[in-house]
């Protein structure tokens, strides 16, 4: 027997709760995985408390992401004791994910834990911190440099946002971050951000041109925020898009893109290749602080997923929520 958040639905009423469940219940999949900890994103939030169509089949165990020991394994590229992340895949949507002891997976999904880095780091890192990274990836490659100028940071203190500041201050850029919560300051600075931008002079709507301010960006909002961004990129500049926090609109127009050769570069981070993926994981291991988790984690048990997924859908959280599954 073991512990897994399952969501089910009746009377088109979604409920959730931690039952006890056999690895017989679980999905077919060619490795099975000891979970050690998840972690909880935006898009979980969502789906635990049903506020957004994340699910669309019941039961189902969410959790977008995961990190655990191989138990059994028909793929040759995975053994038993081989330590194992696994983040997106439509793995706590479609298919059942990661806020349970036991996860049954496809080994396509699965990369090996970067070596140096612990389950629990992994777990910091997760989704969000995937997602950042490769927001600066694509920021590196769009040819914004340190001394290009400030990168402006949406969403910052959210879990995304918190480690896409942590990462391009820990690469030398100058980081605006932008919050609607002015009482992150003193976080968002120790994270290394050099200028705080309230959320209302951001969310104001914006000319098709407004005077230039940012070399580049890592929005995870959308909607006015993101048009008022790239009407104040600078020319030349790369924004990177990977979040809806406040919707999936973008009121923008063209004239930045045809006059200012602005870049605008979407991120994706579920259906992101292998090669990929790997490549940005190593750069986290080798970019992120030892000592991050003292500012950026917050460390629950599976009985408080359901808490939790209403705080962060209410942008109440803070930094990263990482689920300890083995508690
Ligand atoms: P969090 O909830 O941790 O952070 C979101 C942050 O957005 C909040 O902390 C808040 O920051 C800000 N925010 C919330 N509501 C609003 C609003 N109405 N208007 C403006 N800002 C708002 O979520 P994550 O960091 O996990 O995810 C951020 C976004 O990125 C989500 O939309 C998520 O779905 C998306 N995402 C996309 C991925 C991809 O592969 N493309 C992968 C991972 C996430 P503050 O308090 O500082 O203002």
Same mark, same amino acid.
Do not use: H
């Given at each position: 027997?073991?512990?897994?958040?399952?969501?089910?639905?009746?009377?088109?009423? +979604?409920? @959730?709760?931690? &039952?006890?469940?056999?690895?017989?219940? $679980? !999905? /077919? %999949?060619?490795?099975? *995985?000891?979970?050690?900890?998840?972690?909880?994103?935006?898009?979980?939030?969502?789906?635990?408390?049903?506020?957004?169509?994340?699910?669309?089949?019941?039961?189902?165990?969410?959790?977008?992401?995961?990190?655990?020991?191989?138990?059994?394994?028909?793929?040759?590229?995975?053994?038993?004791?081989?330590?194992?992340?696994?983040?997106?895949?439509?793995?706590?949507?479609?298919?059942?994910?990661?806020?349970? +002891?036991? @996860?049954?997976? &496809?080994?396509?999904?699965?990369?090996? $834990? !970067? /070596? %140096?880095?612990?389950? *629990?780091?992994?777990?910091?890192?997760?989704?969000?911190?995937?997602?950042?990274?490769?927001?600066?990836?694509?920021?590196?490659?769009?040819?914004?440099?340190?001394?290009?100028?400030?990168?402006?940071?949406?969403?910052?203190?959210?879990?995304?946002?918190?480690?896409?500041?942590?990462?391009?201050?820990?690469?030398?850029?100058?980081?605006?971050?932008?919050?609607?919560?002015?009482?992150?300051?003193?976080?968002?600075?120790?994270?290394?951000?050099?200028?705080?931008?309230?959320?209302?002079?951001?969310?104001?709507?914006?000319?098709?041109?407004?005077?230039?301010?940012?070399?580049?960006?890592?929005?995870?909002?959308?909607?006015?925020?993101?048009?008022?961004?790239?009407?104040?990129?600078?020319?030349?500049?790369?924004?990177?898009?990977?979040?809806?926090?406040?919707?999936?609109?973008?009121?923008?127009?063209?004239?930045?893109?045809?006059?200012?050769?602005?870049?605008?570069?979407?991120?994706?981070?579920?259906?992101?290749?292998?090669?990929?993926?790997?490549?940005?994981?190593?750069?986290?291991?080798?970019?992120?602080?030892?000592?991050?988790?003292?500012?950026?984690?917050?460390?629950?048990?599976?009985?408080?997923?359901?808490?939790?997924?209403?705080?962060?859908?209410?942008?109440?959280?803070?930094?990263?929520?990482?689920?300890?599954?083995?508690?």
């Amino acid at each position: 027997m073991f512990k897994a958040l399952l969501l089910e639905e009746a009377d088109g009423k +979604q409920s @959730a709760s931690v &039952k006890n469940l056999t690895t017989a219940d $679980l !999905p /077919e %999949g060619e490795v099975l *995985v000891k979970v050690q900890y998840s972690s909880l994103n935006y898009k979980d939030g969502l789906a635990v408390t049903g506020l957004g169509k994340i699910i669309r089949s019941f039961p189902m165990v969410p959790g977008i992401d995961l990190v655990g020991t191989v138990e059994e394994s028909s793929d040759s590229r995975y053994q038993p004791g081989m330590a194992v992340v696994l983040t997106g895949w439509g793995v706590g949507e479609q298919y059942w994910g990661g806020f349970s +002891q036991y @996860a049954r997976l &496809k080994a396509d999904w699965l990369v090996p $834990l !970067p /070596e %140096g880095m612990t389950a *629990v780091r992994s777990m910091e890192v997760g989704t969000a911190g995937l997602t950042a990274m490769l927001c600066v990836l694509a920021l590196e490659e769009g040819g914004v440099k340190p001394e290009s100028g400030p990168v402006v940071v949406s969403g910052a203190a959210g879990g995304v946002g918190s480690i896409a500041v942590l990462l391009l201050a820990r690469l030398g850029y100058q980081v605006a971050a932008i919050t609607g919560r002015p009482e992150t300051a003193d976080y968002l600075k120790k994270l290394g951000a050099t200028e705080i931008v309230t959320r209302e002079s951001m969310a104001e709507p914006s000319r098709p041109l407004e005077k230039q301010r940012w070399a580049g960006a890592v929005d995870t909002v959308g909607d006015t925020i993101l048009a008022r961004i790239i009407a104040e990129t600078n020319y030349g500049g790369t924004v990177t898009a990977c979040g809806l926090a406040a919707s999936f609109k973008l009121p923008a127009t063209v004239m930045p893109f045809i006059l200012r050769n602005v870049r605008l570069q979407g991120v994706d981070s579920v259906s992101c290749p292998y090669e990929r993926r790997c490549q940005a994981w190593q750069r986290l291991q080798a970019l992120l602080p030892e000592d991050m988790a003292a500012d950026v984690t917050n460390l629950i048990g599976l009985e408080q997923v359901p808490d939790y997924a209403q705080r962060i859908v209410q942008g109440q959280v803070r930094g990263r929520v990482v689920v300890d599954l083995q508690r």
